[in-house]
């Protein structure tokens, strides 16, 4: 519920697998959704976003929805969860098309898990859950990449999912 309004009902694990919205996406989860601003653009035959100088492929049946909306060329919100930005050399080498360079702002052990607050250029904050045998630590520049199959796709202007 926000300001009297149902966002959405659903059972919690489909409120955090599919929020229908920017709000029910950033209220579900703790850290929360990591959401920011990307361009949507054709380059060949794929499609992909761009976002503090980086760009990433986005899957198919997403791109279809993006292409069939009219976004290409518009900005959309894209939203990615902290467990499924990966820091692991096996994901980063298997997906090719969703790997960024990020620099460690803070390195967080919690026990069986390790949250790492990413600055990606100087225009946007990540945050990832990591395992906890990760080598990275505060300070250092090193690539992530994104489980794009999770990638969630919001309408910058109505705020309402595009894809998850």
């Known amino acids: 519920m ?13 409120l955090y697998d599919k929020p229908q919205n920017l709000f029910v996406a950033g209220f579900m989860g703790s850290p929360q959704m990591n959401l ?3 361009v949507i653009s054709k380059r060949n035959n794929d499609v992909v976003a761009t ?8 899957p198919d049946a997403k791109a279809k929805k993006l292409m069939e909306g009219g976004y290409e060329g518009k900005t959309v919100v894209l939203g990615i969860r902290p467990e499924d ?12 098309d969703s790997v960024i360079e990020a ?18 250029d100087e225009s946007l904050e990540i945050t990832a859950r990591v395992n906890p045998r990760t080598t990275a630590r505060p300070e250092d ?9 999770k990638l969630h796709i919001f309408d910058k202007e109505t705020e309402q999912a595009i894809a998850n």
């Open 36 to 38: 920011f601003d990307a």
């Open 51 to 58: 976002f503090a100088n980086h760009t990433v492929k986005i």
């Open 103 to 120: 620099t460690v702002r803070v390195y967080e052990l919690l026990g069986a898990e390790v949250f790492l607050y990413f600055n990606v």
């Open 85 to 96: 930005v990966h820091d692991e050399e096996m994901f980063i080498n298997s997906s090719p």
């Open 141 to 149: 520049t090193l690539k992530i990449a994104f489980d794009m199959s």
């Open 2 to 14: 926000k300001d009297g309004l149902i966002q959405q009902v659903d059972t919690p694990q489909n």
